[in-house]
């Protein structure tokens, strides 16, 4: 009888040492995942951006040519939105829009497309690439409010490529 007693409470302890593993490696796999989260984050940005920007470039992809507005196309709030050149510093983008944020990219080159949306004075959506790559490029001077409801000439390029275009009343 006293033996079985004694397998019994190993039985007992060795489960109570898979418990505490299993409790380990759960609290180890929840650091891991917070950690990626974490450097997702801050190399690819906020999910919510990522999800504008991929919105962004689906409705403009089905914008058909002749006259919009901004108004029309963008999928998500915004009060205004900037245009800048390329070679624009993130200080001088900060200077112009009078707010800052950490994640402004310089266009570091001619041939893209450099748009940032705002939105209650927080940027909800920033666009920086080749307009090849994005499908479409606007075109205006640096700012539009969203009350302006300025309209654009669509027209569609032989490579598919959406211009916005010459802002008229």
Known sequence: MACGKWSRSISLLWNKGEESLKKGKIAGMAILLLLL?????????????????RALRQAMAAVEDGE?????????????V??????????????????????????PSEGMVQLVFVNGGQIVCGVCGYISKEGYSVSFDEKINFADNVVFRAKRDADGILWLTEPHD
């Open 37 to 53: 989260a974490v450097l997702g984050y801050a190399f690819l940005g906020s999910p919510a951006e990522w999800y504008r920007r």
């Open 68 to 80: 919009v507005t901004l108004n029309e196309i963008i999928p998500f709030s915004w009060d205004s």
């Open 82 to 107: 900037y245009s800048f050149g390329p070679y624009t510093t993130q200080e001088q983008m900060e200077e112009i829009m009078g707010i800052s944020a950490r994640r402004l990219e310089e266009s």
